[in-house]
């Protein structure tokens, strides 16, 4: 996917922006139902899942791993 965004001179970085901010902002997201975020996810290529038992702990490590901060 790195090869391919750089191919087409697009961003592979995403400094400046904290893993804290973001996810307070995943709190208004429109896919927020009964109190818990849904994440669509690719279980294989061309199938997606839809879940809710995501925890806010493999959130905040996946952001720190894409973001490179905090």
């Known amino acids: 996917m790195r090869s391919l965004l750089e191919l ?3 961003p592979v ?3 400046g ?3 804290g901010e ?3 902002h995943m709190g208004k997201d429109k896919k927020r ?3 818990s975020l849904r994440w669509v996810l690719l279980a294989q290529p061309g199938r997606a899942v ?3 038992d995501v ?3 493999s959130v905040r490590e ?3 791993v894409i973001l490179r901060v905090e």
């Open 8 to 10: 087409y001179g697009m």
């Open 13 to 15: 970085h995403c400094g």
């Open 17 to 19: 922006l904290r893993t």
């Open 22 to 24: 973001l996810i307070r």
């Open 33 to 35: 139902a009964a109190g």
């Open 50 to 52: 839809v879940r809710s």
């Open 55 to 57: 925890s806010l702990e």
């Open 62 to 64: 996946a952001l720190q």
